[in-house]
């Protein structure tokens, strides 16, 4: 009796187990809609279930790889810009985000970037970690990843595997 008791047990846990994984929470692989970013080894974003995980974000100027000049304010902005226009492409705004993780070239830039920073975010704002790093892509100040709540069913885009 014990024995059958066990091996019930297994059998409901290990289909609780396999429901978890269903193919409605597998990866999305989301790729940009601008020529420059597709030539890049990654994809925008990435969505599982109800969460869009952004890649990081550079002040690119849309259609090109060059940055926003004008130090670290412009370089921000742009950046901040950027993650607004992935977040509409893909079903979300800048409310939807919870969590951000703030890379910077010069962590003494840290009070410039929040300056513009609170022009994107209000309160209550986003969970966020800020760090300096050495050798951001392109030679950046500042990258910046986020993660948004973005339920699927109302993403206006389905591009699956880039």
């Known amino acids: 009796m014990h024995r059958l008791f066990v091996a019930l047990a297994f059998l409901v846990l290990w289909s609780g187990c396999?429901?978890?994984?269903?193919?409605a929470d597998a990866p999305e692989f989301l790729a940009s809609d601008d020529p420059a970013m597709r030539s890049l080894p990654f994809s925008e974003a990435v969505r599982v279930g109800?969460?869009?995980?952004?890649s990081g974000q550079v002040g690119l100027v849309p259609?090109?790889?060059?940055?926003?000049?004008?130090?670290?304010e412009a370089e921000a902005a742009q950046t901040l810009d950027?993650?607004?226009?992935?977040?509409?492409?893909?079903?979300?705004s800048m409310e939807d985000v919870f969590k951000c993780t703030v890379f910077l070239a010069d962590i003494a830039e840290?009070?410039?970037?929040?300056?513009v920073y609170r022009r994107y975010f209000s309160a209550p704002y986003p969970a966020r970690s800020?760090?300096?790093a050495s050798?951001?892509?392109?030679?950046?100040?500042?990258?910046?990843e986020c993660l948004a709540y973005a339920p699927a069913a109302a993403s206006p885009t389905s591009s699956g595997r880039p």
């Open 82 to 92: 950027n993650i607004q226009a992935v977040l509409e492409r893909h079903g979300a």
């Open 135 to 144: 050798g951001l892509a392109l030679g950046a100040r500042v990258e910046v």
């Open 50 to 54: 109800d969460v869009l995980y952004l």
């Open 130 to 132: 800020a760090l300096a």
């Open 63 to 72: 259609g090109s790889l060059d940055l926003a000049s004008g130090g670290i």
């Open 18 to 23: 396999r429901s978890v994984s269903s193919p």
């Open 110 to 115: 840290w009070p410039a970037f929040n300056e």
